[in-house]
């Protein structure tokens, strides 16, 4: 375990595309606008806490693998960490640095009482088998233990995990200190402590903010054509919800490839075939398009949902919606940021757009924690006023500062964070 580490980004990703050097210049170009002193940045910009383990499992043929998993805590001033973790063959340090930091911020701009954290075990879950995936989770679970709890650090579902990921936690955590403690994590199932709602919150916070984005632009959903890289949580349940509000959906994607139709798409179809046939591939009521061509589709509202780096310097010249809502993390580079601000398309940032999961995983660990629990309809309400409240916050910082909505989001969490940190003191 290391504690107040310098943070070097690995040298074999350029700069563009290492997602903690991009948190970090927008973090300095909100601190900037905020005047905050050296000292001060240097403290919010390093994580709290990183911690590396082994993950010795055996096999179902009875070989014996050790996988490396990581969990970074980049911020408790505020509350206990919240953040997800990923199971993916890819996933490195810098990145979940750069998760745990953006969690930080996207808990702030929203004002949720959480730092944030992330985490992550190198693996390819497609290769593995379900008692695998189990015992890897429970080893991780146990390897990181002594930094987790409802009042340390609770995580929730990432790329590749779920409901069941959450269960197996929450179980190993639950075991250790000798009492079911659902409040451990978030994304449970309904039946362990669950909220009613979770499934569909990052989805619907896309589309409220899409919503209120639109209001500004004077845009209205029936005039409106979107794409949205993803299908899943997110870019599939985003999609349907705008579908309902009146957005005529033109492409969908999977890590296959896409599919387009300029007349639009009937959502909940190209669901049920997605979930029948596991891959959009096929789909006889659209054309099959690439993924980079998909990005590139003239459209009104583009939704990248899917995963970081997908609109960079290469290819944002391109870019033909008038307006980003980012529903995936990082989606959008630093250098892509200043040719789509030049472009004129207007950009709502992940911290904010796709918060509408961290937001309702707080209504679950509230939920958990006093054994009380709400209808769909109240957790659907209080979300709603909470995107809705952080949308007007950030456009009115945005528009006080002159500057992008992006670093206007920066400046509210940043600010928020820094504003604790002062009243906190420095313990030394």
């Known amino acids: 375990m290391s504690t107040g580490t310098a943070v070097s980004p690995s040298m074999s990703i350029s700069k563009e595309f290492n997602p903690f050097e991009a948190m970090a210049e927008r973090f300095e170009l909100a601190s900037d606008h905020l005047k905050l002193d050296q000292g001060l940045r240097d403290v919010l910009r390093t994580p709290d806490r990183e911690l590396t383990v082994a993950i010795p499992i055996k096999m179902d043929n009875g070989t014996m693998r050790v ?7 980049h911020n408790f001033s505020r509350g206990p ?33 959480f730092g944030g954290g992330k985490g992550g075990v190198i693996c390819t879950p497609s290769e593995l088998s379900q008692g695998e995936l189990e015992r890897i989770t429970r080893r991780y679970t146990t390897g990181i233990l002594d ?7 609770v995580p929730a579902p990432d790329v590749n995990t779920n409901e069941q990921t959450m269960a197996w936690l929450m179980d190993t955590y639950s075991m250790h200190v000798r009492r079911t403690t659902t409040a451990v994590v978030t994304g449970k199932p309904i039946a362990l402590g669950g909220s009613k709602g979770r499934a569909e919150a990052t989805g619907r916070g896309v589309m409220l903010i899409a919503r209120e984005a639109l209001k500004k632009m004077g845009l209205k959903p029936e005039k409106t054509s979107v794409v949205v890289q993803g299908s899943g949580n997110v870019g599939g349940i985003g999609a349907m919800l705008m579908q309902r509000q009146g957005h005529k959906i033109v492409s969908l994607s999977d890590m296959f490839g896409a599919i387009y139709n300029e007349k639009g798409l009937d959502v909940p179809e190209v669901l049920a075939y997605l979930k029948a046939n596991r891959k959009l591939t096929g789909y006889s009521k659209a054309g099959a398009i690439s993924a980079a061509e998909q990005l590139e589709l003239p459209c009104d509202v583009l939704v990248p949902a899917a995963v970081e ?8 010249e391109r870019i033909k919606a008038k307006l980003i809502i980012e529903g995936a993390n990082g989606p959008t580079t630093a250098n892509a940021d200043k040719i789509l601000e030049k472009k004129g398309i207007m950009v709502v940032p992940d911290i904010l757009a796709n918060a509408g999961g961290v937001t309702v995983s707080y209504f679950e660990w509230v939920q958990d924690r006093a054994g009380f629990f709400w209808t769909e309809e109240e957790v659907n309400t209080r979300l709603e006023r909470i995107m809705v409240d952080a949308f007007n916050a950030v456009e009115a910082t945005a528009a006080q500062y002159k500057t992008s909505l992006r ?14 940190y002062k009243l906190r003191g420095n313990y030394a």
Not at 309 to 316: L, P, R
Not at 407 to 420: K, M, N, T
């Open 81 to 113: 960490c919240k953040g997800g973790i990923r199971f993916a063959p890819d996933v490195n340090l810098d990145e979940v640095r750069a998760l745990a930091a953006w969690m930080t911020w996207k808990c702030a701009v929203v004002d949720l009482p």
């Open 147 to 153: 930094i987790l709890g409802p009042d340390r650090d």
């Open 309 to 316: 780096n997908q609109i960079t310097s290469a290819n944002a």
């Open 407 to 420: 670093i206007g989001a920066y400046i509210v969490a940043v600010g928020r964070v820094a504003e604790v």
């Open 67 to 73: 996988f490396t998993g990581y969990r970074v805590q």
